[in-house]
């Protein structure tokens, strides 16, 4: 058992290593490119003048951005994988994107004036959709995960349709909206950042402090129950977390698919189903796909910046299906 703990610690090192690197050769990409010894040196505060500009305005805020983001979304699937006990559950399927996303389009388009709000917004609309969807899912005995997959379901068509109105009716102003409803980073800068990340590092420390809880709903319903434990309140919780940072996300760069799904499945091939690996290695494997994706938008269509939602789309569609053909799903 001992061996095993160490050889997924060490499988979660060196994912991290493979993050350091990515990070370090994205940064370095583009239509500049700088080298990583250029890198280390603007780090320490001994690039040249150019070289600082373009690496502390541009390359180093939107490459932490993609690995905030990647983290949050990663976190947020492997929560709500373990409340619905259903490996098809992430923030999009559960309404939790769909209700953010409805908050910021609103305030981009109806009242712009209100931009510095959007964050608060995002996490209000993802948590109204949530309890929409609870509710709607809730009967005597409490929550079941297929009731909720199915009033995700509902919820999201619903969400679809206001996206699709206020698409229609402040269609003058859509084209500015566009690179968000496409989960873009691009244009996204030190501020940006520094708004997002104070919140995704609350729900981060939250998060870990879930994994008993995760665990606890592995285990399956009954066998919790018989531990004593309070199956709904559980899954509230956790619910919440994922929640929070899936909306946090969201209201900076839009709806990205596909990384609360199949990252959660990639580090259960790695790590095992055990939240004490799995949840590490879901926040490291979360942030290198997702930078992947946008170093990969942003420089093999150059001069087009092509949005990480569609890279992820594109690539994450049939990964998926390669998993469930395997049997993993």
């Known amino acids: 058992m001992l061996a095993q703990s160490r050889t997924k610690g060490f499988t979660i090192g060196i994912t991290f290593i ?18 990583p010894i250029e890198i280390i ?8 003048e150019v070289s600082d500009t373009i690496l502390w305005d541009i390359r180093i805020p939107r490459v932490t951005l993609a690995v905030v983001i990647g983290a949050n979304l990663a976190i947020s699937g492997a929560l709500l994988q373990a409340v619905m006990h259903n490996p098809l559950a992430d923030p999009g399927l559960t309404g939790v994107s769909g209700g953010a996303s409805v908050a910021v389009l609103f305030i981009l388009l109806a009242a712009p004036a209100y931009s510095s709000f959007i964050p608060v917004a995002a996490i209000i609309g993802g948590s109204l ?31 679809g349709g206001i996206v699709g109105l206020l698409s229609l009716l402040y269609s003058d102003k859509l084209p500015g909206a566009l690179q968000w409803l ?13 708004v997002m990340l104070p919140y995704s590092i609350i729900g981060w420390v939250a998060a870990l402090f879930c994994i008993r809880q995760a665990n606890v709903l592995r285990l399956g319903e009954q066998a919790a129950l018989n531990l004593g434990e309070n199956i709904n309140r559980i899954r509230i919780l956790l619910s919440f977390v994922a929640v929070y940072l899936a909306a946090v996300s969201v209201s900076t760069v839009g709806m990205i698919g596909f990384v609360g799904l199949v990252v959660p499945h990639m580090a259960r091939m790695f790590v095992g189903s055990d939240y004490k690996q799995l949840l590490p290695m879901s926040i490291v494997l979360g942030a290198l796909v997702l930078l992947v994706a946008d170093t990969i938008g942003r420089t093999f269509f150059a001069p087009l910046d092509i949005p990480a939602g569609i890279v992820m789309a594109v690539a994450g569609g049939p990964y998926f299906l390669y998993l469930m053909r395997k049997g993993d799903i």
């Open 18 to 35: 493979l993050l350091i690197v990515a990070i370090i050769l994205s940064i370095g990409l583009g239509s500049v490119r700088f080298s």
């Open 41 to 48: 040196k603007a780090l320490f505060g001994n690039g040249g």
């Open 129 to 159: 959709a949530a309890v929409l969807v609870y509710a709607l899912a809730w009967k005597k005995r409490g929550i079941t995960p297929v009731r909720v997959i199915l009033s995700g379901v509902a919820v999201n068509s619903v969400v």
């Open 182 to 194: 496409n989960g873009s980073m691009s244009g996204k800068g030190l501020g940006d950042l520094t």
